[in-house]
């Protein structure tokens, strides 16, 4: 590991990007393995290796890109700031590659209502955060979001992320996120808008 990374009080870790991209899609392949709207987009667990990680670049790799993740041994959360978005078209192209021609409707379905949802005011947008299961429960999840969370109070700024487990809803919930709506396409597992308006 880079001997560069930089420890915040919080404990959540800023890295060498360059040095540290392998680990943090490591740790977001992991978290992820069992999240239901991830795995409704690939069931199959060898697709899922295959093909999250490239997902997961066109998802949050523009945190990635421009220095607004927190990672962390066992955890990571892709901030975008606000004027940033996720990668339309890499996104696109990864469901085209990577899905049955025939779920596309249904998954780009899904992606228009996520779209659909954000706020119009300027807002940081957390698309993807996740811990491996082994270091759940005790409170990197909110390690790695509170760097970004007092920067929005202290500047004004609204958070926005989807929730897709009960599980993170209630973590978000106890940061201060409300659910604006949830979002129900085809049989995809239900996906929850949360917005955070600064304290």
Same mark, same amino acid.
């Given at each position: 590991?880079?001997?560069?990374?930089?420890?915040?009080?919080?404990?959540?870790?800023? !890295? %060498?990007? $360059?040095?540290?991209?392998?680990? =943090?899609? +490591?740790?977001?392949? &992991?978290?992820?393995?069992? *999240?239901?709207?991830?795995?409704?987009?690939?069931?199959?667990?060898?697709?899922?290796?295959?093909?999250?990680?490239?997902?997961?670049?066109?998802?949050?790799?523009?945190?990635?890109?421009?220095?607004?993740?927190?990672?962390?041994?066992?955890?990571?959360?892709?901030?975008?700031?606000?004027?940033?978005? !996720? %990668?339309? $078209?890499?996104?696109?192209?990864? =469901?085209? +590659?990577?899905?049955? &021609?025939?779920?596309?409707? *249904?998954?780009?379905?899904?992606?228009?209502?996520?779209?659909?949802?954000?706020?119009?005011?300027?807002?940081?947008?957390?698309?993807?955060?996740?811990?491996?299961?082994?270091?759940?429960?005790?409170?990197?999840?909110?390690?790695?979001?509170?760097?970004?969370?007092?920067?929005?109070?202290?500047?004004?700024?609204?958070?926005?992320?989807?929730?897709?487990?009960?599980?993170?809803?209630?973590?978000?919930?106890?940061?201060?996120?409300?659910?604006?709506?949830?979002?129900?396409?085809?049989?995809?597992?239900?996906?929850?808008?949360?917005?955070?308006?600064?304290?």
């Amino acid at each position: 590991m880079n001997q560069a990374l930089k420890t915040r009080p919080d404990h959540s870790i800023r !890295p %060498d990007l $360059e040095m540290s991209e392998d680990h =943090v899609v +490591a740790d977001l392949t &992991a978290a992820f393995e069992a *999240d239901p709207p991830v795995r409704w987009m690939y069931p199959e667990q060898t697709e899922y290796l295959r093909h999250f990680p490239t997902f997961l670049s066109a998802f949050g790799g523009v945190a990635i890109l421009e220095g607004t993740l927190e990672w962390a041994e066992g955890g990571a959360a892709l901030w975008i700031a606000p004027g940033s978005a !996720p %990668d339309d $078209e890499a996104i696109m192209a990864v =469901v085209e +590659a990577s899905v049955p &021609a025939s779920r596309h409707n *249904d998954v780009f379905a899904v992606f228009e209502a996520m779209g659909l949802a954000h706020p119009a005011e300027s807002h940081w947008y957390l698309p993807v955060m996740g811990v491996v299961p082994e270091r759940q429960g005790r409170g990197l999840g909110t390690a790695l979001m509170r760097p970004v969370l007092d920067r929005c109070d202290a500047t004004g700024v609204m958070a926005y992320l989807e929730a897709t487990t009960e599980r993170s809803r209630a973590l978000y919930s106890r940061l201060g996120f409300e659910q604006m709506d949830t979002i129900r396409v085809a049989d995809c597992p239900p996906i929850h808008p949360m917005v955070r308006h600064p304290l």
